[in-house]
């Protein structure tokens, strides 16, 4: 199987005036980032609105979701605003889809915070209508593509991974930290989390990109960043803060050698990091091409 090409994204909130997102768009690409991707959160603004936005200041950067919360939205309504917003970014649309995790904001949208099983059940669901509705354009909602754009769905449990294998074109693995057990190898998870999405992919499995949320580039891993990254996962060590796949730790031709290795040992080629360590992890970007 031949290697895939490495690819990279940025996941950043729009922020202020149409100028200044606008403004960070350009910086992005010029970074030599792939893609933009705009997280589904109620305390940001709307993902749709900022991609398109940011498409119009951009002509190459592809615009991503990382990742709606599919229970947030109807399929239907979902699927009208995915074909629309394809069209107006002229086809540089990735969608990522999520089951939604944050008990508070299903409570402040007003709607049930169903069981986890119950949440990757309507993910499911919500991926097989997207999918009957592009196959049958002609119906409503009236849509402009005749395909769902690039289809991401990400998770760490059997059941979203399983879903993610079988149905997704790119299979996301999000921050580890908070789903590591004191005193397992963070590594060891990653590997485990990848045999299962091979297993359950089956022959498709050489057609999956395989993308890896990075929650932190520390270029010189001193006490205070790794304290900055522990503060989300107090019960980790040091060193399985150091060993968690989503943490890029070292000078960049270290994190270099880090992703050549992710992608001959995993198979991930596809690296998104959030917008804080945008900079540091563009100097990585360049280190590899």
């Known amino acids: 199987m031949p290697t895939r090409p490495f690819r990279f994204g940025v996941s950043m909130p729009a922020t202020g005036s149409r100028s200044a997102w606008q403004a960070k768009a350009r910086q992005a690409e010029g970074l030599g980032y792939d893609v933009l991707q705009v997280p589904d959160h109620l305390d940001a603004p709307a993902p749709f609105p900022a991609l398109v936005s940011a498409a119009d200041a951009t002509t190459t950067l592809r615009l991503g979701t990382l990742v709606l919360n599919a229970a947030f939205y109807r399929p239907a309504l979902l699927a009208r605003d995915i074909a629309d917003t ?3 970014t002229d086809g540089r649309l990735e ?3 999520g089951a939604g995790h944050a008990a508070a904001e299903f409570r402040a949208a007003e709607l049930p915070y169903p069981a986890a099983a119950e949440r990757v059940d309507n993910l499911a669901h919500t991926v097989a209508e997207l999918r009957r509705m592009f196959a049958t354009p002609d119906q409503p909602p009236t849509l402009h593509g005749r395909t769902v754009p690039p289809l ?8 979203a ?9 790119i299979v996301g693995f999000p921050v580890m930290a908070l789903t590591t057990p004191p005193g397992a190898d963070p590594q060891q998870i990653l590997a485990d989390r990848v045999a299962h999405v091979r297993a359950e992919a089956g022959a498709r499995f050489g057609a999956l990109e395989l993308n890896l949320f990075v929650a932190a580039v520390i270029p010189t891993p001193t006490a205070e960043a790794l304290t900055r990254v522990r503060r989300r996962a107090p019960n980790l ?3 399985q803060v150091l060993r968690l796949p989503n943490v890029l730790a070292g000078p960049v031709p270290r994190i270099a050698e880090t992703l050549h290795r992710y992608r001959e040992t995993y198979g991930l080629s596809y690296f998104s990091v959030r917008e804080p360590h945008m900079t540091d992890f ?3 970007i360049a280190h590899l091409r």
């Open 86 to 88: 394809d069209l107006l």
């Open 95 to 97: 969608v990522g889809l």
């Open 152 to 159: 991401l769905l990400a998770g760490l449990g059997d059941r």
């Open 161 to 169: 991974l399983r879903l993610a294998a079988r149905e997704a074109d």
């Open 237 to 239: 060590t040091e060193d």
């Open 282 to 284: 563009a100097k990585v």
